[in-house]
């Protein structure tokens, strides 16, 4: 397996491992100084950073299903379009997203998600 497909297949498992909710396991599949970074808001580096990050805001989660609209991988980026839909103590929403991970050793280095903050914001009203 190319390191493309391989990294195309990590990043399918780690979206489909969001419905488990685990913060853990999530926080697994990032390198040791690793960056998430949901676009509207600040960037958190750090494996330890990104699981505190993580388990905040999955503490208002109930459920949550990715589907993958589209996937592309080419050397060590992938490209994720995506619909994140989500149920929470707050409200329910369907998000539109695009993912673009920076992969270092199969793992992820850095993650960027871009979607409207407030189609997200307007939903847990």
């Known amino acids: 397996m190319s390191t493309e497909t391989g990294n195309v297949a990590v990043i399918r498992e780690f979206i489909e491992a969001w ?12 390198t040791e100084d690793g960056t ?5 808001t600040q960037p958190v ?9 993580i388990k ?4 208002t ?9 589209h996937i592309l991988g080419e050397g060590d980026v992938v490209f994720a379009e995506r619909l994140d839909r989500t149920k929470t103590a707050q409200g329910n929403v369907d998000l539109p997203c695009v993912g673009v ?7 992820i280095k850095v993650w960027r998600d871009y979607f409207d903050l407030n189609t997200f914001m307007s939903a847990m009203q």
Request: no cysteine; glycine share 6%; aromatic share 18%.
């Open 19 to 30: 419905s488990s909710l685990d913060p853990d396991r999530l926080a697994e599949y990032f």
């Open 36 to 40: 998430y970074h949901n676009m509207p």
């Open 45 to 53: 580096t750090g494996k330890d950073n990104v699981r505190a990050f």
């Open 56 to 59: 905040g805001f999955l503490a």
């Open 61 to 69: 989660w109930t459920e949550t299903q990715w589907d993958i609209l």
């Open 101 to 107: 991970f920076e992969m270092e050793d199969g793992k």
